[in-house]
């Protein structure tokens, strides 16, 4: 499940305006009507030393043909739901083979820890018209923005949104080095002009949440840091926002409890076994659906369509079982 290639530089300001009229890059909120996606693909090359640099809360599957085929089709799943509410989805490409082999090289970014391309939310973000190229904590993740790349250059060219990328992580004393700055889609929540960040120590870091907070500050952003348990990988794991007003949190995995921009909202209250099955990784299409596992339907589920929330049900557990759900697949280019 990892990566190879080399991140982009800082690319500050618009990458290119169209003459002619384009589609918007803009994200208002975690439930603003979703109207365009990119949805995961499904790859995984496994390399020499992938079981020394995979996230601990996931399992190194068993590759066979069989295994990648059921799970595709959960994502393909996925994908008839969304364009059945009318979401636009596009797809990343497809790992090259120079890619597949650099998965498994000694040295440099990739360790022989393998690559992967099944994960859409973690290696960029859409906060407002700003799309960010991200920093991965994890040594086999951080050339994961590449297979996505044409589509964020074609949305940027065609649309004249901010195109930026945070700098890549500092390994000037080794490939394992903490400095950073570190800063992944999944720890990012947006809620209007206010953005969540979570840090666990386990992706995002202090000075990643830094650089996002002096770069949205100059366009009126308030970006609160949210500390989560090291356990926890993304604050997408332990908080959801189906719709104004209500979340779906794990507040044990919040050791100095809910931003204060929180605490007046109505809670779906999980476990911390249910966070770390990813019962807060769902999909609101808009603030009155929602997208999340069958396995779910007895708790978040009835709890959500207790509030009025109607709610889409996939079996998702080969992803949950990789590590990522509903969320983690996807990354929108337009919510408002």
Known sequence: MLVASLTAGLLVGTFGVSSAAAEKVYVESEFAPLKRVVLTQTEVVLGKNTEK?????????????????????????????????????????????????????????????????FFARDPFITIGNHIIECSFFSLYRRLEVLPIRPILQKEAEESGCYYVSIPQ??????????????????????????VFVGNSGRATNHAGIVWLRNYLGHFGYNVVEVKMDKDILHLDCILSFPRDGLMI?????????????????????????????????GLPIDDHTYITDIAFKDTVGKELE???????????????????????????????
């Open 169 to 194: 992580a500092d390994i000037s004393n080794g490939n394992d080095s903490t400095v950073g700055p570190f800063l992944e889609g999944g720890d990012v929540l947006v809620y209007g002009k206010t």
């Open 306 to 336: 207790r509030r009025g929330i109607h709610v889409e049900y996939i079996d998702y557990k080969l992803s949950r079982f990789a590590g990522g759900a509903f969320r983690c697949s996807t990354q929108p280019l337009l919510r408002e």
């Open 53 to 117: 640099y995979v996230d601990e809360n996931a399992k190194v599957p068993e590759i066979t043909d069989k295994y990648m085929a059921e799970w595709a089709n959960e994502r393909e799943n996925l994908k008839r739901i969304l364009e059945k509410y009318g979401v636009e989805v596009q797809r990343p490409r497809l790992l090259t083979e120079y890619e597949k082999m650099l998965g498994n090289v000694e040295g440099g970014y990739t360790e022989a820890s393998g690559i992967s391309n």
């Open 249 to 281: 949190v794990c507040e044990d995995a919040m050791p100095e409890g809910l931003p204060e921009e929180l605490k007046s909202w109505d809670k779906i209250l999980v476990t911390k076994d249910e966070a770390q099955a990813l019962a807060t990784n």
